[in-house]
């Protein structure tokens, strides 16, 4: 029997889906580490939790510290400290410092939450990646424009998810930028070379410092311009074949990344561009699972729970690679204008036409309020053995539904 303790800050929908994964190993011991006072943890969680520790601050790794060891006293040694989010990679990893316990080293960890180092590391090993610059004045963001040009990519450092992270396509909105969110040394802000082409992804598992498996996807239209597009509706595709020409050199260039930033176990989530000359190159790693229903996608194609397989492979390094016997995609569902959902048109024509393709979705409902993230209102997603049907049902979807919204009175 393994004792693990998996940090989940909010339990939020996504993050219980994980958690119950893991709380249900017939082999694990399982405690969550969390905000949520015990008695508002969902009751089809807490029937298959051994233990629940509650923190004030998740991210802060003396708290985590002292969780697990609260929960060591209640369920025996924690032997494995895991979570999914992206902003707890570095606290886990000073937290299995403190105590001991395997996993991803603060030094990695900071080499794939930190941006500016990320792509100092990936450029050192010669793996292709933006140029960028960490700045901490008008200054050097002016000088840095003058050397790269337009357009240029503005994010926070350690970022997550595109939040905070914009196209600047000239000075003037390099200035704004500036004044609305002023670099400064304690809160530098982070310039990129602006990486033209297709936008993929590739997600791999890598055990001893091998990539054992991995798969792509494809972003539809690239997420910047679904930020910059409020109204844009969206999709990820996960093709069935991977061995075209479209995904020709990640196979080679992901690997060396990974292997570049430490990575020795796991699995990562790796955005990357097919540039028109059809070079490839990184845009940025995370050591952890992908959001936006990819990690649900990753089950649907290859007929798996992939939350289960996540958490087997954290906790009990148990893996084995999946075969992949369809292609899936999600359309993300975004309402046209501000407020609250008032309608969805569209919705029972493309039930009639491709309902038999849908295997998981989520309509928004009237009286819904926007979205604040660029995943929208509401999403769909299909399944198919040929690609080429799912990406029509995709096309189908994001150009027949329509979400009113109506401004609040």
């Known amino acids: 029997m393994t004792v693990a303790a998996f940090v989940a800050p909010f339990l939020m929908p996504a993050t219980v889906r994980f958690v119950a994964a893991a709380a249900q190993i017939p082999d694990v011991r399982l405690g969550v ?11 089809e969680l807490a029937r298959h939790l051994a233990a629940h520790w509650r923190v004030d601050d998740p991210l802060d790794p003396r708290q985590i510290a002292e969780a697990a060891n609260g929960l060591s006293g ?8 895991v979570g999914a989010l992206e902003q707890l990679q570095v606290p886990l990893a000073y937290a299995r410092e403190t105590l001991g316990i395997p996993g991803m080293d603060v030094e990695t960890a900071y080499n794939v939450r930190d941006k500016s180092r990320m792509k100092q590391v990936l450029r050192a090993a010669g793996v292709p990646c933006a140029r960028h610059q960490l700045v901490t004045d008008p200054g050097d963001a002016l000088a840095f424009a003058d050397a ?16 905070a992270t914009y196209r600047l396509d000239d000075a ?18 982070l ?14 598992v890598t055990i001893d410092g091998r990539v054992v498996w ?4 494809d972003y539809v239209p690239p997420p910047l311009d679904v930020l910059r597009n409020p109204w844009i509706q969206w999709t990820v595709l996960l093709p069935r074949e991977l061995d075209g020409p479209r995904y020709a050199g990640i196979g080679e260039i992901g690997p060396a990344a990974l292997r570049a930033l430490g990575v020795r176990h796991g699995l990562t989530h ?5 540039r028109p000359d059809g070079s490839v190159a990184v845009s940025e790693v995370g050591a952890r699972p992908p959001g936006a229903q990819v990690t649900s996608m990753l089950g649907y194609v290859h007929d798996v729970d992939f939350y289960r397989v996540w958490t087997e492979l954290m906790i009990l390094d148990r893996f084995d690679p999946p075969e992949r016997k369809f292609a899936a995609g999600t359309a993300y569902l975004r309402g046209q204008g501000r ?10 024509e493309l039930q009639r036409r491709i309902g038999h393709l849908v295997v998981e979705a989520r309509l928004p409902e009237p009286g819904q309020p926007a979205a604040s993230g660029y995943e929208g209102e509401g999403y769909v997603t299909v399944r198919h053995p040929d690609t080429e049907v799912v990406r029509d049902a995709l096309r189908q979807i994001v150009e027949g539904i329509r979400v009113e919204m109506v401004e609040a009175q």
Do not use: N, Y
Request: net charge negative; hydrophobic share 45%.
């Open 33 to 43: 580490i969390t905000t949520v006072p015990a008695e508002h943890v969902p009751p």
């Open 74 to 81: 209640q369920i025996g040694r924690v032997e494995r400290l």
């Open 148 to 163: 790269v040009g337009f357009p240029l990519v503005a994010k926070p450092p350690a970022g997550a998810g595109a939040q």
């Open 172 to 189: 003037a909105a390099l200035r704004s930028w500036l004044a609305s969110t002023p670099p400064r040394a304690e809160a530098p802000g």
């Open 191 to 204: 310039l990129e070379e602006f990486l033209v082409g297709d936008e993929h992804t590739f997600e791999a």
């Open 214 to 217: 991995g798969s792509v996807s």
């Open 270 to 274: 790796m955005e990357w561009f097919r």
């Open 339 to 348: 407020g609250r959902v008032r309608a969805v048109h569209g919705v029972d």
